[in-house]
């Protein structure tokens, strides 16, 4: 069983789609624990609902960044998990985490990373006035969306197409994107980058085993 705790902080909508593709039906992929910092957000009863465990870390003021980490670290490490995908949450991890799961902990960001970084990709992607946008799954470290990109998907963005528009298609793509990317680290089809270089290789050459 290839075990995934999934980090939201809001609906958690890219989390059903890994529950509705993924969740013991391909590759023994099971996820194992939902973490949100946010008490009460729906991604933690979607988890519910699918008898999944969850945790919740919320901000305190008198608790710092690192220890939080550390202790959704201790939970996550608890739950056997052999991925950690951050999918809408929204805070920045601190080594106390990340040194903990080495080339373990992916990100969806809704554009064509290094463009647009930050918390709302699609507003800035069309304020810039570009005409292709996408979806980007990486690696985390410690900066804003600058880990190494393991898989990219564009979309063209329609004359005069407002934000309710090019989000929904966003939001369609990136709950294909990300569901087929876990598959593939289930199936060890992704390798990190060696040693001095930022390229991650995927062997995306067979096709899945459901239909995207």
Sequence with gaps: MYRVAVMASGSGSNLQAILDRLHHQVAGVEVALVVSDVPGALALERAERADIPTAVFPV?????????????A???TA???????LAGYMRMLTP????????RVINLHPALLPAFPGTD??????????????????FVDEGMDTGPIIRQESLTV??????????ERIHALEHRVLPRV???????????PERGSRLVRVDDSEPSRIDW
């Design 182 to 192: 876990v598959e593939l680290f289930a199936t060890g089809k992704v390798q990190p």
């Design 74 to 76: 201790d939970a996550i």
């Design 158 to 167: 329609g004359e005069g197409e407002g934000r309710v528009s090019l989000g």
């Design 96 to 103: 106390p985490l990340l040194e903990r799961f080495p080339w």
């Design 121 to 138: 990709g699609i507003r800035d992607a069309l304020e810039y006035g570009v005409k292709v946008t996408g979806v980007t799954v990486h």
């Design 79 to 85: 739950a056997s998990a052999d991925l950690i995908v």
């Design 60 to 72: 305190h003021p008198h608790v710092t960044r690192e220890e939080r980490d550390r202790a959704i």
